[in-house]
């Protein structure tokens, strides 16, 4: 069975441009989470989508946001990037248990 | 929100040494799970466990829920143990990690 796929795995953007990362969840799991992980701030919860819908959302600004596919991939975006904005996100998926999986992560670097 | 606290935040082992690490959660959860992110950034699910005990070769877990404590066995460490170990909890559908454990295992 396929893990969690997160694409791209690393990407350089510049400051005030948008990006959008992909995430495909194992088969058959319809709950999809992001997370950002910075040396600073650590692990933090970004939003959760659950059948298209974002069940729960993290203290984020606007310019982050996501959503899901009816096939249960999810993208998140973020838009006017900030040079803070640079980390690792990642992507969790799950499946009737609160159990989380998580893929490869994406390594954002806004310069 | 939930507050969770890893201890302790570094730990230096000979390998073939024993290790507890230990996460404390601040309110009532109903997931808690023991994640090692390797060197690329993955993190790797080592156990899924909201109360009791479980085991999976040289590692193992307790989760005492009514205390609000969980801690995780490493015995005979081996070199390739080394790494960041979290400890996530989750409560209302939102999770939160603690800061880590950063295990370094030498030969």
């Known amino acids: 069975k396929a893990g969690v796929t997160q694409t791209p795995r690393y990407l350089i953007k510049t400051r005030g441009q948008q990006v959008t990362l992909s995430c495909s969840p194992i088969s058959g799991h319809r709950s999809v989470s992001w997370y950002q992980q910075t040396p600073g701030q650590g692990l933090q919860f970004l939003f959760e989508y659950f059948s298209e819908t974002q069940r729960n959302k993290g203290n984020f600004p606007g310019r982050f946001s996501g959503r899901q596919f009816s096939n249960s991939r999810s993208e998140m975006n973020v838009s006017t990037l900030e040079l803070g904005d640079s980390a690792l996100y990642l992507c969790?998926?799950?499946?009737?248990?609160?159990?989380?999986?998580f893929g490869q992560g994406t390594r954002l670097t806004v310069v | 929100g939930i507050q969770v606290e890893q201890s302790p935040p570094d730990l230096i082992l000979q390998e073939g040494a024993n290790s507890t690490l230990r996460c404390n959660f601040s309110d009532s959860v109903n997931n808690l799970q023991w994640f090692h992110q390797n060197p690329w950034g993955q993190l790797i699910n080592l156990f899924y466990?909201?109360?009791g005990t479980k085991q999976n070769g040289r590692l193992s877990a307790t989760t005492v829920a009514t205390e609000r404590y969980s801690l995780l066995y490493i015995s005979s460490s081996q070199t390739t143990d080394s790494g960041v170990y979290f400890c996530?909890?989750?409560?209302?559908?939102?999770?939160?990690f603690g800061d880590g454990t950063t295990l370094t295992v030498k030969p």
């Open positions: 996530a909890v989750a409560r209302a559908g939102k999770s939160t």
């Open positions: 969790a998926s799950s499946f009737g248990t609160p159990e989380a999986f």
């Open positions: 466990i909201p109360s």
